[in-house]
């Protein structure tokens, strides 16, 4: 999994039940292939009815499938619930819900857009289309400004040039946004530029804003896509379960939380400050508020390892590479504190839980951050780990047979078998971006294996064999 999807992971909530859309088809093992066959576009969600993230995404899916069908597309939604069509949840290879797949003429690609009506929407849109429309008439502006949340413009005198080539690059990949190219002195003065360059328009309610960027500013893909993620949200973007998706779904992926309480005195002045700060780095850092009034919100202070009584604070977290967070230090203020974390200079934020007096009294150990790397990292033992979070209903599951594994070996003092809660523990050297995670640290070497096999006691004590009588052997080698 990745940080992405372990960010995502910790945001739940509780969903109302809705009407479902007669827009939206519901497919079966027997009409699968009829439809899918019998319509150019088809977009299909693979759903399990228990999934809190499919009921969340349900009444967004349907919207969607109402607003096309009342445009007159030929594009259709259509769903499957996974559980009853296991045949063709096993074709196409789903192993998460939801699971989304666009078949055009019949032929599947993954689905990369965001979660909302309109970001579903633009998306298979654009995947019919052209990846740039010509933008010809202020007219036309307005049209596609009132359909759409966000639009990118392009005006390039040398369509050939590299910031041509750079947009139209950036264009073709990003799927939920609507790209453009134009002209028209009528549509240049609407973006505010006054050279070459892109504009991007963000209509948001009451909230509109133009941004624009000159062409010389144009140097890679990447970059571009950077600026597009920082500019098509507000300065600051509230975190729900409808714009998790939205925040960290883009390539920016360095974020600043203000975790508040929106019926703290302090609020507005407060988040004002924090606003005023998040312009001056648009393209750099995402600024994120977090309600922590909300109570869907303690799953991401858990993840932070923030008191919701210690707030309003603040935390950076960074998904660039892996999951890092970053705390400021004692007076510092929004714009220092970013301003070093993108020097390198702020330093890690780790949560550590108090080591138990009873944490070696049971076949299975249990290791905290402070006696984590005394334990794993005795190279005279074998010791396989299990990362895991008591809310994780996988991590549930498993606990009968990590004990049956644990007493297996209890007598086995070249083995240990242990456990870590990785919702307060964790370790600057060992990055867990899914529960369970499960990692063997064989004796005479520092260096982890990670488990990806089946998750019973006979695989489990295979594997744990084969590092343990790895050492033995060793050991064998050298007295000889």
């Given at each position: ?14 969903f109302a039940a ?16 009829e439809v899918i ?253 977090l309600d922590v ?188």
């Amino acid at each position: 999994m990745s940080p992405l999807s372990s960010l995502l992971l910790v945001l739940s909530a509780t969903f109302a039940a809705v009407t479902a859309s007669e827009n939206v088809l519901v497919l079966t093992e027997s009409n699968f292939d009829e439809v899918i066959n019998g319509n150019e576009f088809v977009l299909v969600k693979f759903y399990a009815p228990w999934c809190g993230h499919c009921k969340s995404l349900a009444p967004k899916y349907d919207e969607a499938a109402d607003l096309l069908n009342g445009e007159g597309s030929t594009i259709r939604l259509a769903k499957v619930d996974a559980t009853e069509n296991q045949a063709l949840a096993t074709k196409y290879e789903v192993r998460g819900y939801p699971t989304i797949l666009y078949f055009k003429n019949g032929k599947p690609t993954k689905y990369t857009g965001g979660r909302s009506t309109s970001q579903i929407v633009d998306w298979v849109k654009k995947k019919g289309g052209p990846s740039v429309i010509s933008v010809e008439s202020a007219e036309q502006l307005k049209e596609l400004t009132e359909k759409h949340k966000v639009l990118v413009l392009g005006t390039f005198k040398d369509a050939k040039s590299e910031a041509a080539a750079v947009y139209n690059e950036v264009a073709e990949s990003v799927d939920d946004i609507v790209f453009g190219s134009f002209s028209d002195a009528a549509v240049l003065a609407a973006t505010g530029l006054n050279t070459d360059g892109v504009a991007l328009i963000r209509t948001d309610g009451d909230d509109s804003e133009t941004s624009s960027i000159e062409e010389s500013e144009i140097t890679n893909a990447l970059e571009l896509k950077k600026w597009i993620h920082g500019h098509k949200l507000a300065p600051v973007t509230e975190f729900t379960q409808e714009s998790a998706q939205e925040i960290v779904g883009g390539d920016l992926k360095q974020f600043h939380f203000l975790l508040i309480r929106r019926s703290d005195s302090t609020f507005d002045e407060t988040l004002a400050k924090f606003t005023e700060v998040a312009k001056l780095f648009r393209s750099k850092v995402v600024f994120v508020l977090l309600d922590v009034d909300i109570s869907e919100s303690a799953r991401i202070l858990e993840f932070l390892g923030v008191d919701a009584d210690k707030t309003p604070t603040n935390r950076i977290v960074n998904l660039a590479d892996q999951v890092d967070k970053f705390k400021p230090v004692d007076g510092q203020g929004y714009e220092d504190f970013t301003n070093s974390f993108l020097d390198g200079k702020a330093a890690l934020d780790l949560k550590s839980e108090e080591l138990p007096q009873d944490w070696n009294d049971q076949p299975v150990k249990k290791l905290v951050a402070s006696n984590f790397h005394e334990i794993a990292g005795d190279q005279k033992k074998t010791v396989f780990v299990k990362f895991y979070a008591p809310w994780c209903g996988h991590c549930k599951q498993l606990v009968p047979v990590w004990d049956e594994l644990a007493k297996k070996y209890e007598s086995n003092e070249n083995v240990v078998i242990a456990k870590m809660d990785s919702t307060l523990n964790e370790l600057a050297d060992v990055t867990i971006n899914s529960f369970p995670t499960l990692k063997i640290w064989p004796a005479g070497s520092s260096t982890p294996v990670d488990y990806d096999g089946d998750r019973n006691l006979e695989k489990f004590s295979e594997f744990v064999d084969k590092y343990a009588t790895a050492e033995t052997a060793s050991q064998d080698h050298e007295e000889l």
